[in-house]
């Protein structure tokens, strides 16, 4: 710190103490000690709270002995001469300021004063709000206010970007930009970079989210950026977000503060962007922001803070926005993210697309509504397929684009066109197998140009072409642009040559059809061929090691990692390309046991992989030696010893299951890389596999299962309800619209006949 | 500076401007000519230090002598070696230092059990979470344990340190590892406090050991006992019976003294004594007591290492440093100097019969011919202290001229190295981290201890304050314990100011960072033991290499005079540090006219640097110890592979620019001052 912060530090944080007390004196009075207190969809109670003290709060009676501690750790203000050290006492009033200000928005949610109503705006994806106890007694509507907490659901699908690095880290915005134009360019340099941005708090009344929001820049989970609140206060919500992450993937427990804290410094790679004049309210909760680690960046003039240590690099640095060299908004705001990547030492990989949008992942989630549609391509009114194919190398010419038949201005507005993209790739490393892995990854290609939406794969593909984009001059060749570089980027190890051809001329479109068809075919033979007997290795995963240290995942052809993004295809693309990276080859050797799913090299690896914590995994049960998660699962499989079975949770279902406990809760003990007989986190699609649980009887075992999984692989499930000889298997399996306790449970599945009900006992 | 250091002319009486550089002692020392009265200062001109003994030369161990071993190949009656006469002489400085510092530990663990067990009259466990701390270290189970039943387990595991045969210290696990295994091959790892004094003592008595390096040895493991045994015992328990120390604002130097009030001053080491001077001088009763002897109150103030124990916990003022006892007498406003252990001089007694002044020794193995004794025992300490006062108070009528210089500076102490940890990241990210990498980095260049004693003989404060201004500009952070630290209280360099205009502009960065002066107080002689904590901790923390020795750090002891300092030198040395000592080398021989007389010099240089990383040297110029300390800083750096020293780099961080701003916008408006947070328009 300088003393100028430490001062305003410190008196902010006594201050919001002080204000938290009032209020919660009030509420107290008001409401009654009872009365529940939580953010949505979380089982982390209030985060940073539970992660700093270990309390579990739930009830507004709980808080008053967190305020004390938040008092006992505030400090007077430094002497205006002879002063004595004020680092150590600064951090520890950020801290205080942080349990203040949770406390605060806890309040606010008794209240219905969260999410912070804001009408006329609309969420592009956030929290949602199923709980009746929530918001006064209601469900709120997606639109009319901001976010507010990050909830779980989302925490964990984000999780296996921000592990994997495609999610680089995030931005904690705070304040207001010097003007509109500068906060638009400011955020899109940051989604460029796939960087999650957190806004919140303003300057003069006016914040970021304003700023944003007037210039129509669609804010929610689907582009990155989280609008939390327009107080400095909702910036909780960001450190919140923060503890939870090293709990949900640290294998962290509450009241290990320096654990958290330290976690943080080391593999969550975010910081404090702070846009116009920062108060004393600012600099509290930047104090407590530094705990974490997490680096200060200003736009204005403030005391600059260089010496590191509690940041792995400078704790504050001071941008002021007219100094920044740059011809415009858009060059200013580009050194300024730069810095702030340089200073918190994020490790950013952008291809450089050359395309008239901005480009990066957090245009993926964007959505193009008819009204703001130029051009779509397939959906009801034409057809779209998309096709990569191999080639030699000497047949293909690098970043050749050929657009064969009508182009753009040939679309009346709003109306739709034929295409097929055909992508050809040729290199030494590049093999047939490695086809659909490539082209499985045009979907999240081409949806990061902003303004484009791709929906759907292969002869279903769909993609809206907005007027913004068309506007900005995206023509169809653009397309080929997009996949050429990224598939340089990304996959540049076993691509030397990508060559693209767009076709929108009918006739040429139908003919190449019936080719990409007969792949396709031949893909999903070779995919059904592909069983876990007929290879010689499987693959590790360690991808998300650097979350989740000791935990491993072992990928075969018939169980996917449970992130549900990798399966053995990706893993041995994976393996091509960085002989060095996360993937590695697993040989299996001698078979130990074929039905529990033991090798010498599965074992061998788990315990290498594991550093020593997990002796054993078997692959095809959840009885004995399960295999560890880290938190990025799709679905949570739980034993239900009353019902001989087990049910299955989707992360996007919040409501109650038999077990008694929500996903969110569910979630801490199938974590941290930690074997627990009978619970287990896996891929969804794993449901699906011949291999499933076939251990411990299969799917026939599952007695349970979220209503979003029935709906979202309804044709999957068929197949399997055929495969195990019983067409009505899916419906005799409950879900949570018809029972969420294990007392209705029983007597629903003899109801309906369930076989695992007369199956051997699965203990 | 462009004054020089001076060291006694022979046969001429220095000034009081060439005697010191601290005005106040000046003042003293002028007054004293005045009045015909004689001081330390004085008898050092008077008095030339025998030439022979000074170097190491002279054996008076038994009655065939004594032997003066002046000639080449000469030897005394025994046929002892001039290096075998030096070794002892130093052996047995040693072990009168160790046996010192580890005496005050003893004492010290008693007073433990006594509050332990309720039998210690108004003391209490102050610092319940460093007991637990310490506790928990040597295995002491703590937790569901009363703070009385682990004070009691751990004063037990104390005691039993100092009479201690076989095995190791307790505390010595607290070293590096590396360090730890070192000592134990080379056989030098303390047994018992007390069996290493006795052994030195043995192994130096005619007809003993006579082997200068394996004398020297022995050295070093009687040092050990004292800097991981007695020494960090009594730092132990001192912070846990008093508190550890925290930064607290104080002030020192003779204008502390207060004209209207009964000065009583601590002058000594334990720390046993002075807190209960400092709750009986805050009692109502003692305070009515001389209101109704015409006073305004009692003023408390300190001398020496016991100045240092109440002003880093209670930032009672100090008067001075060691050479100032006497001068604090000459002000004539010093109704009593309460006295204890070490560093008293027994000049005292008769320049305070030409005052008013009492002097009241205390301690059971103290006393001093002239004296006033009242007993100290902890079982009545409150009381014992109130009588103390009471005495000082009936005193205050007797009080003549009185002549307080007006010269005082304010000061921040009480750098424990807990603080340290905790002021570096606060209560959840406390960690020696920001200082390793301020280091790595090249902000902070290195670090020196400076500490020890001033000596008559070498200009008061001067080699003290020249080396730490000097240092300071070189971005070399400095820690200070004793007397040095009050020699540069004096010169206000703990004060956080002293970090925004006295230091370079890397060191800078960091004290603005932390809110640090660039020199920390930490503490008394005894704590120099903190000093090894704080070493071990770096190494710990990651970065400097793993042990002491690769860490890019000095010790100082620029102005030194008593056996403690050996010994302080000595175990820093033997825990890797580079040892530098101001004034005469007292086994330096003399290498013209007897060759055989430096091998021990050449030993404890060399010698040590080779098998402990560290060594150990006398030199007389400061500027030379500068070097030094500089040099040998930047090859430890270039050891570590850091990057070379290179200031130029560094102070961007800091408030002036805010500071400037604000002077400037004075008059301005709210929207001016929006606008001008944006920064500069370029101007083009």
């Given at each position: 710190?300088s ?8 008196r ?14 009030q ?25 700093m ?10 808080l ?7 008092r ?7 002497s ?27 309040i ?10 804001m ?22 509507p ?15 699908s ?12 995030f ?17 899109r ?9 957190f ?31 327009t ?13 939870r ?24 790679f ?17 104090a ?21 240590g509690?940041?792995?690099y ?9 100094e ?39 245009f ?19 057809r ?32 739709s ?15 047939q ?60 190890a ?10 929108t ?7 190449r059809l019936?080719?990409?068809r ?23 995963c ?9 935990h491993v ?18 893993c ?7 002989p ?15 039905v ?9 690896y ?6 020593g914590v ?19 699962f799709?679905?949570?499989m ?44 896996v891929?969804?699609?794993y ?6 649980i ?16 029935k ?53 | 500076?462009a ?13 009081p ?9 000046q ?15 004085s008898r ?66 008693f ?29 002491i ?37 590396r ?25 130096t ?19 050990l ?17 008093f ?40 009692d ?21 290492c016991?100045a ?5 916990r ?39 019969e ?36 009471k005495t ?40 020696f ?53 009050i020699?540069s ?6 004060l ?23 020199v ?55 825990s ?32 040590w640097?080779?098998?402990?990383g ?14 030094r300390?500089?040099?040998?800083i ?9 990057s ?8 961007r ?32």
């Amino acid at each position: 710190m300088s003393r100028y912060i430490a001062t305003r530090a410190i008196r902010g944080a006594n201050a919001l103490v002080g204000e938290a007390e009032a209020m919660l004196e009030q509420a107290l009075s008001e409401k009654g000690p009872d009365t529940p207190v939580a953010f949505p969809n979380t089982a982390y109670h209030l985060p940073v709270i539970f992660g700093m003290t270990g309390k579990e709060i739930a009830h507004l009676g709980e808080l008053p002995e967190i305020l004390v501690q938040a008092r006992s750790l505030l400090h007077p203000t430094p002497s205006r001469e002879h002063w004595t050290p004020y680092l150590g006492e600064t951090l520890d009033s950020g801290m205080a300021t942080l349990l203040a200000a949770e406390t605060i928005e806890a309040i606010r949610y008794v209240y219905g004063l969260q999410p912070e109503s804001m009408p006329g705006f609309e969420l592009a994806g956030g929290t949602s709000f199923t709980s009746p106890d929530m918001n006064g007694g209601g469900n709120q509507p997606p639109n009319g206010h901001l976010n507010g907490a990050i909830d779980d659901i989302q925490l964990r699908s984000w999780g296996i970007q921000l592990v994997d690095g495609r999610m680089p880290g995030f931005a904690a915005i705070v304040g207001c930009a010097s003007s509109n134009e500068a906060a638009v360019q400011i955020v899109r340099e940051l989604q460029r970079r796939n960087i999650l941005c957190f806004l919140s708090g303003n300057v003069n009344g006016h914040s970021i989210i304003d700023q944003l929001h007037e210039e129509g820049v669609e804010l929610g989970y689907d582009t990155y950026t989280v609008p939390f609140g327009t107080d400095t206060i909702s910036a909780i919500y960001a450190l919140g977000f923060a503890t939870r992450s090293a709990l949900t993937f640290g294998g962290l427990k509450g009241g290990q503060p320096r654990e958290i804290l330290n976690y943080n410094k080391d593999r969550v790679f975010a910081f404090v962007l702070a846009l116009g004049e920062v108060d004393d309210l600012k600099y509290s909760a930047a104090a407590g922001a530094i705990n974490f680690g997490f680096p200060v960046i200003a736009d204005t003039v403030i005391p600059q803070i260089l010496p590191t240590g509690i940041t792995t690099y400078e704790h504050v640095v001071s941008m002021p926005w007219n100094e920044i060299d740059g011809a415009n908004d858009t060059e200013k705001a580009e050194r300024l993210v730069q810095k702030c990547i340089e200073v918190r030492g994020v490790k950013v990989r952008v291809a450089n697309v050359p395309v008239p949008v901005p480009y990066g992942s957090a245009f993926e989630g964007e959505v193009v509504r008819k009204a703001d549609m130029r051009a779509e391509f397939g959906g009801r009114d034409s057809r779209c397929f998309e096709y990569l194919k191999m080639a030699k190398l000497d047949e293909l010419t690098d970043g050749k684009i050929e657009v064969i038949g009508r182009g753009l201005s040939d679309v009346p507005d709003q109306g739709s066109m034929d295409m097929a993209i055909l992508i050809e790739v040729a290199g030494r490393q590049m093999e047939q197998d490695f086809e659909p892995v490539l082209e499985r990854q045009i979907h999240y290609f081409v949806n990061g140009a902003s303004g484009i939406q791709h929906i759907g794969q292969r002869d279903i593909t769909w993609i809206r072409l907005s007027t913004k984009a068309a506007e900005a001059g995206f023509d169809m060749e653009h397309f080929g642009k997009i996949l050429h570089a990224r598939f340089h980027s990304d996959f540049g190890a076993i691509v030397d040559k990508v060559q693209v051809t767009i076709i929108t001329e009918p006739e040429e479109v139908e003919a190449r059809l019936e080719e990409a068809r007969a792949a396709y075919d031949f893909r999903n033979k070779r995919l059904a061929d592909l069983t876990d007997t007929a290879v010689d290795e499987f693959y590790s995963c360690t991808l998300c090691q650097s979350f989740a240290p000791n935990h491993v995942c072992i990928v075969s052809p018939e169980r996917l990692g449970l992130c549900g993004a990798y399966n053995w295809l990706d893993c041995k693309a994976s393996f091509s390309i960085n002989p060095t990276g996360p993937n590695q080859p697993i040989k299996l050797g001698r078979i130990i046991d074929p039905v529990r799913g033991y090798w010498e090299g599965t074992n061998a690896y788990a315990r290498i992989g594991s550093h020593g914590v997990v002796e054993e995994v078997a692959m095809y049960s959840i009885m004995e030696n399960p295999m560890t998660a880290c938190g990025c699962f799709e679905c949570i499989m739980m034993l239900i010893p009353e019902a001989n079975g087990v049910m299955v949770v989707s992360r996007e279902d919040t409501s109650m299951t038999p077990a008694g406990m929500t996903f969110s809760t569910l979630a801490g003990m199938a974590g941290g890389g930690i074997q627990t007989p009978g619970v287990m986190g896996v891929g969804k699609y794993y449901l699906i596999s011949p291999k499933f649980i076939s251990a411990d009887g299969g799917f026939k075992r599952v007695v349970w299962m979220s209503s979003v999984l029935k709906d979202g692989m309804a044709e999957e499930l068929k197949m399997v309800a055929e495969r195990e000889g019983d067409a009505e298997l899916i419906d005799r399996v409950a879900d949570e619209r018809s029972v969420t306790t294990v007392e209705e449970l029983l007597p629903w599945l003899e109801e309906n006949g369930h076989p695992a009900l007369t199956m051997d006992p699965i203990i | 500076m462009a004054e020089e250091a001076t060291t006694t002319p022979r046969n001429k009486r220095r000034t009081p401007e060439e005697a010191s550089i601290d005005p106040a002692a000046q003042e003293m020392l002028t007054l004293a000519d005045l009045m015909g009265l004689g001081t330390a200062f004085s008898r050092a001109d008077d008095l030339a230090p025998c030439t022979i003994g000074a170097v190491g030369m002279c054996c008076s161990l038994c009655a065939m002598g004594p032997c003066r071993l002046t000639k080449d190949g000469g030897t005394g009656i025994c046929g002892a070696t001039i290096d075998t006469v030096q070794a002892r002489n130093f052996v047995r400085s040693v072990a009168a230092g160790s046996a010192a510092h580890s005496d005050h530990g003893r004492d010290m663990a008693f007073t433990l059990k006594a509050v332990a067990n309720g039998e210690a009259q108004g003391y209490a466990i102050r610092d319940i979470a460093k007991l637990r701390n310490v506790a928990a270290k040597y295995g002491i189970p703590i937790e569901g344990h009363a703070p009385e039943e682990i004070a009691n387990e751990l004063a037990d595991l104390y005691i039993t340190q100092f009479g201690q045969q076989r095995g190791s210290l307790v505390p010595v696990v607290r070293a590096p590892e590396r360090r730890k295994k070192l000592w134990d091959e080379l056989g030098v790892t303390p047994r018992g406090v007390d069996r290493e004094v006795v052994e030195a003592l043995h192994r130096t008595h005619m007809g003993d050991d006579q082997d200068a390096s394996h004398l020297m040895q022995h050295a070093v493991r009687t040092a050990l006992a004292d800097g991981w045994g007695g020494s960090m015992i009594a730092t132990d328990v001192s912070d846990i019976l008093f508190g550890t120390p925290a930064p607290v604002l104080g002030e020192a130097n003779l204008g502390v003294l207060k004209a209207d009030m009964v000065n009583v001053v601590v002058h000594g080491h334990e720390p046993t004594l002075s807190q209960m001077m400092v709750a009986a001088s805050q009692d109502p009763e003692i305070i009515a007591y001389a209101k109704a002897a015409g006073a305004e109150g009692i003023a408390l103030s300190g001398i020496c290492c016991t100045a240092n124990e109440i002003l880093m916990r209670q930032g009672i003022p100090a008067a001075g440093n060691f050479l100032q006892q006497e001068l604090a007498i000459l002000t004539g406003a010093v109704e009593a100097m309460v006295v204890d252990v070490q560093c008293i001089m027994q000049a005292l007694v008769a320049l305070a019969e030409r005052f008013h002044t009492k002097i009241i020794t205390t301690s059971p193995k103290v006393r001093i011919k002239g004296a006033t004794h009242i007993e100290f025992d902890e079982a009545h300490a409150l009381t014992i202290a109130k009588d103390v006062l009471k005495t000082a108070v009936d005193n205050y009528q007797n009080r003549a001229k009185i002549q307080i210089p007006d010269f005082k500076s304010s000061l921040i102490p009480g750098f424990s190295h807990e603080y340290i940890n905790y002021m570096l990241g606060g209560s959840y990210r406390a960690s020696f981290r920001p200082l390793n990498d301020a280091i790595i980095s090249g902000r902070i260049r290195g670090v020196a201890a400076i500490v020890g004693c001033t000596n008559p003989r070498i200009r008061h404060d001067f080699n003290h304050t020249t080396i730490t201004e000097e240092l300071l500009k070189q971005d070399v952070l400095v820690v200070e314990t004793g007397c040095s630290a009050i020699a540069s209280a004096k010169m206000s360099f703990l004060l956080g100011e002293a970090g925004l205009d006295r230091v370079g502009p890397g060191l800078r960065e960091v004290c603005e960072t932390v809110g640090i002066p660039p020199v920390l107080h930490m503490g008394s002689c005894v704590d120099n033991t903190r000093i090894l904590t704080v070493l071990t901790q770096m190494v710990e923390e990651g970065g400097l290499g793993d042990d002491i020795d690769a860490i890019p750090a000095v010790g100082l002891a620029p102005e030194w005079m008593s056996e403690k300092a050996l010994s302080i030198a000595t175990y820093c040395v033997a825990s890797g540090v580079y040892v530098m000592m101001g004034g005469y080398n007292p086994v330096e021989g003399r290498g013209d006219k007897v060759p055989d007389s430096v091998l021990v010099s050449e030993l404890i240089g060399d010698g040590w640097e080779e098998t402990y990383g560290g060594r150990l040297e006398f030199l007389d110029d400061p500027q030379e110890m500068i070097r030094r300390t500089l040099a040998h800083i930047d090859a430890k750096r270039a050891a570590l592979g850091l990057s070379a020293y290179d200031p130029t780099q560094f102070g961007r961080s800091g408030d002036a620019r805010l500071d400037a701003m604000e002077e400037e916008m004075g008059e301005a408006t709210l929207d001016e001052r929006r606008a001008a947070l944006y920064g500069q328009v370029p101007t083009s």
